[in-house]
C-alpha cells in the first residue's frame, strides 16, 4: 500500500519548489504538497516505533519529548522521500551537489512537552520536517511553535543590534520545511494539546564528520 501511494506522488523536488526566506535570510523555508494519507501513515510509523524500536529516547522534559533515531534506518518509504527531500534543500540552498547527514531524528512532544533554547553541534545547517500539528494553536497562541531566539538575526535584534527583542516564528504546517545554521539558537515553546506533535530533523554538513554525535553530545560538546 505505501509503495502504491508513492508512486502517486511528486518527485523528490518538485518542478517549481520554492525556498523562500522565513523572515531573515539566514531562515529559508519551502512547503511541500502531500495527500493527507501520506502524513497519516508516517504519523502511524513514527508512533509504532515509539513503542517498539531500539531508536526511541524519552529525554527529560525540556528536551524535545521523545526522540526517535536515525530516519534513514526506518524502512518506511514516507520516511524515505522526506528523507531526501531534506537533502535536497540542503543541496539547493547551499548549492552544493555534496550532503552528509550527521543526525537524524523524530520528536514526538506532548502535553506539557517542550524544548529549551539551544543550537546544534556538528551542523552546517539544521532541517526541520512538520509532520503533524497535534492539536493546532490559534494563530496568534504561541504554544507548541518552533520559534528561533538569536540576537545575532536581524529579525531577533531589530530595535538594537545583538539585543535580542522578539522571536522568529516560521509559519509551519504538515509538509512544511525549514532550514537554519545550525549555530542559531531556537527552541520549542511549550506543547499544550492532546494528540502528539511530530516534528522530524536533521544535521547536515557538505563534509561527512567524524565521530558519533551522541557521543560528541554526551561528553559536553553541545
Known sequence: MASTLLETLPE???EGQRIEAAGDPNIAVTHFVAPPAFH????????MLERNSSFTEPLVQGSC??????VDRWNCPEA???HQRALALFRHGLHTREAHVDASWASIYRKGDYCVPHSHIRAQ???????????AARPDDLAGKLCFTDPRLGYCAQHEPGRLTRMLI???Q????VMFPGATVHCVNPYMGNRPRITMSWNINVKALPGDPRQTFERGGA
Request: charged share 10%; no cysteine.
Open 12 to 14: 523528490i523536488w518538485p
Open 40 to 47: 497519516s501513515s508516517l504519523i502511524q510509523t513514527l508512533l
Open 65 to 70: 519529548g521523545v526522540k526517535i533515531h536515525h
Open 80 to 82: 524515505q522521500l522526506v
Open 125 to 135: 545547517a539544521s532541517i526541520v520536517y512538520m509532520v503533524a500539528e497535534g492539536d
Open 170 to 172: 516560521p509559519v509551519m
Open 174 to 177: 504538515p509538509g512544511s520545511m
